[in-house]
């Protein structure tokens, strides 16, 4: 008999019954897991990696490369000074490093990603508490605070062909080129822009479309975005609320705010509102974990970007309306709370 | 009313494993040399022992009896001599009471067990009457006396019964043999309730990953007008039985009711059966069908064991263990079933499954930081914020955790299967749980 139970005497049945496991149901658990959905990110973001590096050449690979060696530096380093279990095993930071360089130009030098980095991890992240506790996401921080510090190196966009030393993206035409005063600009990075941007020519839609405009090194391949999205909301990683209420609420406020419809395509197709719809708005930790709150999040962010294009001081938009509306997640869920099964109101 | 592909908003797909023993036919189990049946198997006052050490008793005699109402007497399950009453450990956690039993092999029946008769001859009273004298409870898992469950008070006015058929447990497939094997029991035991609650609507629902045993009720219900049969989408935790009643009815249950607040009475397959072998045969509950199964035993079976027979007998009819050393043992399904400390507890009335998982299964996955994915949310079949839950729990604000309605949560398990950070949403919600009623009784 091999039955261990049957012939066992009693000392080995007592040895037996301290090796059982004793725990909480459920006694399964599903496959997922943090690296995976981490891990199906970086894969949703490789078409625009090679995108980027195809339309502005290898810089575009040297930032994105630096940025991710910098965001996993200094998440090791700052976790091990905070002794804390380091954690980039969990791919979280790779994502952060690969976010922060699609927001730079392909012009950018190469200490620029390294400051975004430690901004976005040390200071968004980690004070924070890390993943899952930051409340603005991290890359758009950095973006932010790039922009505010260095706005020449973030806006001076280089073209996609290798002629093109400076060029306008497709909504600085749309804001500074095409009217014909020029509105005088407060900021350097407008200023920049609108000196680009006068009498440059919008790019054809197809071309906006597979990316090869002038624009921040990830933000301009439409294509190459969404196929990265499909897969992403085909895994079931990110829901498709966010970035359906984001992009939808932008183009309905710009029609609102009287954006001639044959610009409107130009407005969805560029200034990074694919990229941060959803690679950024839909970032876990500062994103509502409501179902109702998330659509709440993506019209807010895209009545904010529509407003802030169209009577702001930049062209863009994105990454200021979705930092402002990370701010509000805990409002936002707080109103939108589901309702409990069979709840008596 | 629609009957097909029926289900609820929330719930999680989970691998069903049922492929290890959904073929294989009930067999009997061999006979136990010695049972212990505990005194307190079911929800309710527990019984008094009515023989002592050194009787003699027969199957089916009544061992142990209360004067309560909501409780449920218990039958010797062997004949044989009373050995002695002791405390013991028992599959879902404290030690009771225990008769234990030496069999003397011979199964001799106790006189008392006859049939009663007609199901027209019988009134609604005599009927809850059989059911309560047969010790039978909720065999699903919550042990709640039948007889009480079938015994609404006069204001709530039950339409319809519900036989839950979903066994959305992964790996049991007791009550879906129980279907495809003896479809006109079942029939006739929801026959029954459906007479001594006083109702002319029942239907039982069924996952649509048990085509035979929707097909086998079809068959066996074809001349009931009174009964039909729904389908259910393949869903954990579809047979819940307030999800089952959404399900079907449409009707949500309101937040802290019962079944009987939206006019329904939910009974499960085994139970169903046990009710109409007390009617038909006479018979009390003393033994039920188990799904002894997991990659960690030999041979998986789904076996009729007496109750009272220990978890250790059982297994080694199904071969023992396979090889290496099993890594977890548990009563019932792997999404709410108990582990096990030991293999020496018996079989009680609410043992659905024996469920043997490796060494490697049964390793806990690292915990990580709650990501905010939302996943939990999206799949809690009561609409319920398992992360804030589970927070506020493991900080000690049970105030807040209640506000969110901690108390609703069913203990599915669905929140804790699908959360990529593997953090403990249900054990920490339980915890939260017990704290809030301990305070609530403080209070009082
Ligand atoms: S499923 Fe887990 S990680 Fe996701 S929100 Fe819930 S608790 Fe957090
Ligand atoms: S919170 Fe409770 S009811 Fe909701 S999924 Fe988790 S265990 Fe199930």
New binding site residues.
């Given amino acids: 008999m091999d039955s261990k139970v049957a012939s066992a005497p009693k000392a080995k049945e007592v040895a037996l019954e301290n090796m059982l496991l004793v725990s909480s149901s459920p006694h399964i658990r599903s496959n997922e897991s943090v690296q995976r959905i981490m891990l199906d990110v970086i894969i949703a973001l490789v078409p625009a990696i090679i995108g980027s590096v195809y339309f502005f050449g290898i810089n575009a690979l040297k930032l994105i490369l630096i940025s991710i060696a910098s965001s996993m530096f200094f998440e090791a380093i700052i976790q091990k000074a905070f002794k804390k279990p380091v954690t980039i095993d969990d791919f979280s930071a790779i994502i952060t490093g690969i976010l922060i360089a699609f927001n730079l130009p392909a012009s950018a030098p190469w200490w620029l990603p390294i400051m975004g980095s430690a901004f976005a991890i040390i200071v968004v992240k980690q004070f924070f508490g890390g993943l899952g506790s930051n409340f603005m996401n991290p890359a758009l921080a950095a973006r932010a605070m790039l922009l505010t510090s260095w706005p020449a190196h973030m806006s001076t966009f280089t073209g996609t062909r290798p002629d093109v030393v400076s060029a306008a993206t497709p909504l600085a035409i749309m804001k500074f080129g095409m009217s014909a005063d020029g509105t005088a600009s407060a900021t350097v990075e407008s200023a920049t822009s609108a000196t680009q941007a006068a009498g440059a020519e919008l790019p054809t839609l197809w071309n906006l479309f597979i990316g090869n405009n002038p624009g921040a090194i990830g933000e301009t391949s439409i294509l190459l975005l969404l196929i990265g999205a499909a897969y992403l909301i085909i895994r079931q990683v990110i829901d498709w609320k966010i970035p359906v209420a984001y992009i939808g609420s932008t183009f309905v406020m710009l029609m609102i705010l009287g954006v001639e419809s044959q610009f409107l395509p130009y407005h969805i197709m560029s200034g990074g509102l694919i990229l941060g719809a959803f690679y950024m708005a839909t970032d876990y930790a500062t994103s509502p974990?409501t179902s109702k709150g998330r659509i709440i999040f993506g019209i807010g962010a895209g009545i904010l970007t529509a407003i802030i294009r169209v009577n702001g001081g930049y062209p863009e938009g994105v990454s200021y309306s979705i930092l402002l509306m990370n701010i509000t997640v805990p409002l936002i869920e707080k109103f939108t709370a589901p309702k409990v099964f069979g709840e008596v109101k | 009313m629609k009957l097909r592909d029926l289900t609820f908003k929330g719930g999680v797909a989970v691998s069903d494993n049922k492929g290890l023993t959904n073929h294989l036919s009930i067999e009997s189990a061999e006979e136990p040399s010695i049972v212990m049946i505990p005194l307190h198997q079911h929800t309710g006052a527990p019984c008094e022992p009515v023989v002592k050490a050194g009787d003699e008793v027969k199957v089916g005699q009544v061992i142990g009896q209360s004067q309560a109402f909501v409780s449920a007497p218990v039958h010797s399950s062997v004949s044989g001599t009373v050995k002695e009453i002791a405390s013991m450990a028992i599959p879902t956690g404290p030690t009771v009471d225990c008769v234990v039993i030496e069999s003397d092999g011979k199964n001799t029946m106790d006189k008392s067990i006859r049939p009663n008769g007609k199901l027209e001859d019988l009134s609604p009273e005599e009927l809850i009457q059989i059911i309560k004298e047969a010790g039978i409870t909720g065999m699903g898992g919550a042990g709640f006396p039948a007889h009480v469950k079938f015994s609404p008070p006069a204001e709530k006015k039950i339409d319809t019964i519900l036989i839950d058929g979903a066994e959305c447990e992964p790996y049991l497939t007791a009550d879906h043999r129980l279907m495809v094997e003896e479809p006109e029991k079942i029939i006739y035991g929801l026959k029954v309730i459906m007479k001594a609650v006083g109702v002319d609507r029942g239907i039982i629902g069924i996952e649509t990953n048990k085509p035979d045993a929707i097909k086998a009720l079809k068959e066996a219900s074809k001349d009931e007008e009174n009964i039909s049969i729904a389908t259910l989408k393949v869903k954990y935790p579809q047979g819940d039985e307030k999800r089952l009643i959404d399900a079907i009815l449409g009707r949500q249950v309101p937040s802290g009711g019962l079944p009987m607040d939206v006019g329904a009475v939910v009974s499960n397959i085994s139970t169903t059966r046990a009710i109409a072998e007390a009617v038909m045969e006479g018979k009390p509950l003393y033994e039920r069908v188990v799904t002894v199964t997991g990659r960690g035993i030999k041979n998986p079976k789904n076996l009729v064991v007496k109750i009272g027979t220990p978890f250790k007998d059982v297994i080694q009819q199904c071969g023992g263990f396979n090889e290496g050393a099993p890594g977890k043992i548990v009563m019932g399904g792997p999404m709410m079933g108990i582990s096990q400390y030991s293999i020496d507890v018996p079989v009680i009335k609410g043992t659905g499954g024996i469920l043997v998982m490796t060494e490697e299964e049964a390793k806990p996955e690292p915990m990580h930081p709650?990501?905010?994915?939302?996943?939990?949310i999206e799949v809690c079949p009561v609409h319920l914020q398992?992360?804030y839950l589970?927070s506020y729990s493991l900080k000690g604000d049970f105030d807040r955790a209640e506000a969110l309605h901690a108390l609703d949560c069913v203990e599915c398990g669905a929140?804790s299967f699908?959360?990529?950070?593997k953090?403990p949403?249900v054990e920490s919600i339980r915890l939260a749980k017990r704290e809030i009623i301990a305070n609530r009784k403080k209070t009082n």
């Fill in positions: 974990v | 709650c990501i905010r994915c939302g996943k939990c398992p992360l589970s929140c699908q959360c990529p950070s953090r949403l």
